[in-house]
């Protein structure tokens, strides 16, 4: 049985405890892996499970997310019919409406038009590879209203249900005081059929920078590494047309992931380089994550840092963080004689 499914991403959903690495994109768009974005993640598994109309609700701070997704060429959502769309909120809109049955039910001609029958809703912070062609086979054998997948027990926030119940619930949501499929889940297990899934792969919730540092570091393991990278369902994002890492003589790397672009004229160890980075002669990486285009000058010590987009680190800096990672934001210059 293979019945067909539209796809909701709720990217609206942001943490203050990741401000610092928020404050100039939203979540969604945070970059991860060395070379992906969060939202490519549930957006491939949506590819991967044969859904061919995706929705994305955005919050207002969707510049990076709009730029990254473009067409949605990248998921092969470029289509005459169904594909890729994007909602974006009004400018005078409350930030509580966002991604919740207020925001879908402004847009609701997209779920009248759409001609699959049922949905699947999640949001975009989530790492891990799900298969929702089972998942909704589950759902209708077993007659459920609403299918909520967990993992170990914990709710991924990621549902799926008729598409007639969602505009159903859409009609109602202000009198019953449901702003989210997830109040209609924790307050209907009596009067609606809620069925739930186990989903037993690996998977990680971006809530944190705590959150973000550990399951960064997290995919350098290879037993996580085979179960989020398949051949068979790969993650898809946005190419970039970039030389391969350029490996200096006398460069070591050990445990981590390097991106293309890159030049390594010292040592790096169990961390990840995004795009495009420049690691300077006698300089040490350790635990660490760099992202795209950031230039680290000549005997660095980096040890348990982020460092954001467009970062410069002048000669011989020192950053180490020992019990949390420590974040250089966007665009910072850090030099040794601030560090002393």
Same mark, same amino acid.
């Given at each position: 049985m293979k019945e067909s499914m539209l796809g909701i991403i709720n990217a609206t959903k942001e943490f203050s405890s990741l401000k610092e690495l928020t404050n100039h994109r939203c979540l969604a768009a945070l970059p991860f892996g060395g070379r992906y974005r969060l939202i490519d993640f549930m957006l491939s598994n949506m590819v991967n499970s044969g859904i061919n109309s995706v929705a994305i609700f955005t919050g207002h701070e969707n510049r990076s997310l709009m730029d990254h997704l473009g067409s949605g060429k990248q998921w092969d959502l470029h289509r005459k019919r169904d594909g890729l769309f994007v909602f974006t909120p009004n400018a005078q809109g409350e930030s509580n409406d966002f991604g919740s049955f207020h925001h879908f039910a402004k847009n609701i001609? &997209? /779920?009248?038009? *759409?001609?699959?029958? &049922?949905?699947?809703i999640t949001m975009s912070h989530i790492v891990a590879s799900i298969q929702f062609q089972p998942i909704l086979n589950r759902h209708v054998e077993v007659g459920a209203d609403i299918t909520e997948v967990r993992?170990?027990?914990? *709710?991924?926030?990621? &549902?799926?249900?008729?598409?007639d119940l969602l505009l159903s619930l859409f009609e109602q949501y202000k009198d019953k005081g449901y702003y989210s499929i997830i109040d209609v889940v924790k307050d209907n297990y009596q009067s609606l059929h809620i069925h739930t899934y186990e989903h037993t792969g690996y998977v990680a919730m971006i809530n944190s920078t705590e959150s973000y540092y550990k399951h960064s570091l997290d995919i350098l393991k290879p037993e996580v590494w085979k179960q989020l990278f398949s051949v068979n369902e790969p993650f898809y994002t946005k190419v970039k047309d970039e030389p391969p890492t350029r490996y200096v003589k006398g460069a070591k790397v050990s445990h981590s992931v390097v991106a293309n672009g890159s030049i390594i004229e010292g040592e790096v160890d169990n *961390?990840?380089? /995004?795009? @495009?980075?420049?690691?300077?002669?006698? *300089?040490?990486?350790?635990? @660490?994550?760099?992202?795209?285009?950031?230039h680290i000058g000549e005997n660095c010590i980096i040890d348990g840092v982020i460092l954001d987009k467009d970062v410069k680190i002048e000669a011989g800096t020192v950053l180490t963080a020992s019990d949390s990672p420590y974040v250089v934001e966007k665009g910072t210059i850090q030099g040794a004689l601030m560090n002393s």
């Open positions: 001609d &997209y /779920f009248l038009r *759409s001609k699959q029958k &049922y949905v699947v993992h170990a027990g914990r *709710s991924l926030q990621t &549902y799926i249900l008729a598409k *961390s990840i380089i /995004f795009r @495009s980075v420049k690691v300077g002669k006698g *300089s040490v990486i350790r635990n @660490s994550i760099i992202m795209q285009k950031t």
